[in-house]
């Protein structure tokens, strides 16, 4: 079974400060990988999805996240946070027939 | 377009009672699905909808029942709610052919207690 693990339930950064959202899943294949984010009393939306095209993934927002295979990973960045970035943001792996999430990681921006 | 929409948005329930959650779409989407958010937890998926017709059991399935009612309509239903069952509920959609690779949309969620 695929699983997918979100270091940090918590990452608190500086208006202007670099976001860093770190993602880890498991499979033995290059999966489809999301990046989600939710606003508070919202439910989820697409920032970003790799499907094997290109290893930078651009996403909206100024968020985007490189696939690393060696690594196993697909951490989310974007250059200079914004108060407008505080939500929560999920990481999910996919295959043919399942979707997996991750807990989450509740981003806090500070002014 | 209106998306995913979900009623009711709010509910609370007493243990053993029933009730039913609606989920449409508008976007001619073939795909379906429900999931429940527990705090620490991630989205869970409770059943799916690849097609008008079919339904499946996802992660965690026990204690609800799914119904496709045609191609714009989802439902779940708990049949006698446990205080377990407490929890937010998503409804989503997607285009095609399963939840692995297709981009999925949310709707806002209904937010369910049982007492």
């Known amino acids: 079974a695929q699983s997918v693990t979100q270091l940090g339930s918590h990452v608190s950064v500086s208006e202007g400060a670099l976001v860093l959202l770190r993602c880890n899943y498991s499979?033995?294949?290059?999966?489809?990988l999301f990046w989600y984010v939710q606003y508070p009393n919202q439910g989820l939306q697409l920032l970003l999805k790799?499907?094997?095209?290109?290893?930078l993934v651009k996403g909206i927002n100024g968020f985007e996240a490189e696939f690393k295979k060696s690594e196993t990973s697909f951490h989310l960045t974007k250059p200079s946070a914004h108060m407008s970035d505080a939500a929560e943001y999920f990481c999910?792996?996919?295959?043919?027939?399942?979707?997996?999430f991750g807990s989450g990681t509740q981003l806090t921006v500070l002014p | 377009n209106a998306g995913v929409t979900q009623t009711p948005k709010f509910q609370v329930l007493k243990t053993g009672q029933s009730m039913t959650l609606q989920c449409a779409q508008d976007?001619?989407?073939?795909?379906m699905y429900w999931y429940r958010q527990d705090p620490g937890m991630g989205l869970r998926l409770i059943y799916y909808?690849?097609?008008?017709?079919?339904?499946d059991k996802g992660e965690v399935p026990n204690g609800y029942n799914v119904s496709r009612l045609n191609k714009r309509e989802f439902s779940l239903r708990l049949e006698s709610a446990a205080p377990s069952q407490t929890s937010v509920y998503f409804c989503?959609?997607?285009?095609?052919?399963?939840?692995?690779?297709?981009?999925?949309?949310f709707g806002p969620g209904t937010r369910l207690t049982v007492l």
């Open positions: 976007m001619n989407h073939n795909s």
């Open positions: 790799y499907t094997s095209a290109a290893t």
């Open positions: 909808s690849a097609s008008e017709g079919t339904t």
């Open positions: 999910a792996s996919g295959s043919a027939r399942q979707l997996t």
């Open positions: 499979s033995s294949v290059p999966p489809y």
């Open positions: 989503a959609s997607s285009e095609d052919g399963g939840p692995g690779g297709d981009t999925q949309y």
